[in-house]
């Protein structure tokens, strides 16, 4: 059967027919585009109805965002939010919190309005929010855990109680990204934080009720498909059965494709781990929640939290960034994906982050290429330079995300932000063009979505 849906305009964002006035749908996809007149041919030969719940309104294609977490969001959304821009969130409206001072006022006021208990909060960022060190945060409160969650996920600034209920001083012994003389975990630091933090951010179901919130914050702002390029942030089982709960219907509202964390992977299941993520893929892969046959890396740190790797002149204050892994290091991790035909997708940012990945591109190619798949290096600050004749530039596709396609223009403004100039518009990273080739091409086929009326 045949559906019609007729409305006042339709956008299809195809350039050779940007106007219609009717969309055919058959068995969840597009059929045609056109008008009533102009689709005549099928429905004169099939069954269908036409359906005018749409005709006073203007239509276009599902929306995608190929980079969402909803795990990730999900402990995001059971903290405390202070962050340098405003928010509207399901639980309320956030104000834009831009200094120090404002800063550690709204801390101290969410502190006394919640006095039991570790207290975690979202959103510090100290280009708007200034240094908060451990000293900072214990002369407000020594008597139990406050962590102070960056605004990239990619670090956390604690007390003295906060480093004890994290274990930090034992996983300083070993991890350089973890320092308790200031009181900051980032990168595999954060990661070591996330065993104490995960179990007391997503009991009492607050976790399944945060993915319900992300998945009807797509649907209220016409995204119809989501990737999580990452999806093990949290717990792989937790994830797996939230997502198919909430976004598992036989008609979904919300398409979402999945690429496993490798390293999360790794830590959860061992040498067994290639094995187990296919089994999800067998097991659970359902019409609305699909499996890429793809593995996602990190190379170096966090654009936001300024821990990306950057070449010369570097940081403008001389900071160095972090490395989450090595060329070499990327290469070992990749090898056996590489050679099993997944899609390698590295998250980098630095342009040395970016030379990191591209030499592990050439390790990889170096024995003959096993995968027919193209490695992708999903970028959040800088394209890759132009190099004369190098062969991995034909290998490998980069996808910039977020702030990067406005912000990428020269490193030498980048390094400049970095340290000292005013951070563009958080809106910039909203608007800014994205390519997101495995699942936008579906997904512009799934089924029109209503956004506005005229």
């Not at 195809?14 to 055919?24: E, F, G, L, Y």
């Not at 982050?353 to 798949?373: F, K, P, Y």
């Not at 030498?412 to 340290?419: N, P």
Request: charged share 25%; with cysteine.
């Amino acid at each position: 059967m045949i559906t019609v849906f007729t409305a006042k305009q339709i956008h299809t964002m195809d350039p050779s027919m940007p106007q219609a006035t009717a969309v055919a749908c058959r068995d969840g996809r597009v059929v045609e585009v056109g008008s009533l007149e102009s689709m005549r041919p099928w429905l004169d030969r099939h069954e269908h109805v036409v359906d005018e719940r749409f005709a006073d309104l203007v239509m276009l294609p599902g929306l995608i965002d190929p980079h969402v977490h909803p795990g990730m969001a999900s402990l995001l959304l059971a903290m405390h939010w202070i962050t340098p821009e405003p928010w509207t969130l399901p639980a309320g409206s956030i104000d834009a919190t831009e200094s120090n001072a404002q800063y550690l006022e709204r801390l101290a006021a969410l502190i006394a309005e919640h006095p039991d208990g570790p207290l975690i909060t979202f959103g510090f960022q100290s280009l708007w929010h200034g240094e908060v060190t451990r000293a900072d945060l214990d002369a407000l409160d020594d008597s139990r855990p406050v962590v102070l969650w960056q605004r990239s996920f990619h670090e956390l600034r604690c007390n003295t109680s906060a480093l004890e209920w994290l274990d930090a001083f034992e996983g300083a012994k070993w991890d350089p990204h973890i320092d308790t003389d200031t009181g900051r975990l980032y990168e595999s630091g954060m990661v070591w934080g996330l065993r104490t933090l995960v179990p007391h951010l997503v009991g009492g179901g607050r976790f399944q009720q945060g993915v319900r919130e992300v998945a009807q914050l797509c649907i209220d702002r016409g995204v119809t498909a989501i990737a999580d390029a990452g999806y093990g942030i949290v717990d792989f089982d937790l994830e797996l059965d939230t997502i198919d709960d909430v976004f598992g219907s036989s008609e979904p509202d919300v398409r979402v494709w999945l690429m496993a964390n490798i390293p999360r992977a790794r830590g959860a299941f061992g040498e067994g781990l290639m094995d187990r993520l296919e089994e999800h893929a067998r097991e659970r892969e359902t019409n609305a929640v699909k499996f890429l046959r793809a593995a996602k890396f990190f190379s170096d740190g966090s654009f936001i939290a300024q821990l990306m790797q950057l070449g010369s002149p570097g940081y403008i204050d001389g900071h160095e960034g972090a490395w989450i892994s090595t060329p070499e290091q990327l290469t070992k991790m990749a090898r056996p994906w590489w050679n099993a035909d997944y899609q390698i997708n590295i998250h980098t940012n630095g342009d040395a982050g970016v030379d990191s990945c591209l030499d592990a591109v050439d390790a990889l190619l170096a024995n003959g290429r096993a995968s027919t798949t193209e490695p992708c290096c999903t970028t959040s600050a800088f394209r890759p330079r132009p190099r004369s004749g190098a062969p991995r530039h034909w290998a490998c596709r980069f996808r910039p995300t977020g702030t990067s396609f406005r912000c990428s223009a020269t490193r030498s403004w980048t390094a400049g932000w970095a340290s000292s100039a005013p951070a563009p518009s958080p809106e910039w990273g909203r608007r800014a063009g994205r390519e997101c080739r495995w699942p936008c091409t579906r997904t512009f086929r799934w089924g029109p979505s209503t956004l506005c009326k005229r």
